[in-house]
Nanobody, 125 residues
Framework: VQLQASGGGLVQAGGSLRLSCAAS????????LGWFRQAPGKEREFVAA????????LYTDSVKGRFIISRDKAKSTVYLQMNSLEPEDTAVYYC???????????????????WGQGTQVTVSS
């Protein structure tokens, strides 16, 4: 499984960005696809994830109502639409994939075996 993340950049507070994660090397049925982020000096944290097959989603509390995770099965791509961005959202964002996902493991980064390279998101105040 290979994951290619893109779409990061510099944006002012209140602005929007859409991250993309192109997945290849599998059919992804039964997989979970997630977005995680890591700010300087902090641990990697969960942002949002979905079940590829059923579409169930999960968000960390700090992004609920602002971020939307979605997928395009035909393109094997997962998106993270980020609205109302805040300086606290500044981080390197990573996409990840986990086979045989169950709901309780969607938000656990240590259980994801496949990771893409990160894409930098910087939100200026």
């Amino acid at each position: 499984v290979q994951l290619q993340a893109s779409g990061g950049g510099l944006v002012q507070a209140g602005g929007s960005l859409r991250l993309s994660c192109a997945a290849s090397g599998g059919t992804f049925s039964g997989y979970g696809l997630g977005w995680f982020r890591q700010a300087p000096g902090k641990e990697r944290e969960f942002v949002a994830a979905l079940k590829w097959s059923g579409g169930e989603t999960l968000y960390t509390d700090s992004v609920k109502g602002r971020f939307i995770i979605s997928r395009d099965k035909a393109k094997s791509t997962v998106y993270l639409q980020m609205n109302s961005l805040e300086p606290e959202d500044t981080a390197v964002y990573y996409c990840a994939a986990k086979p045989r996902i169950i709901s309780s493991t969607l938000g656990v980064p240590s259980l994801y075996p496949y990771w893409g390279q990160g894409t930098q998101v910087t939100v200026s105040s």
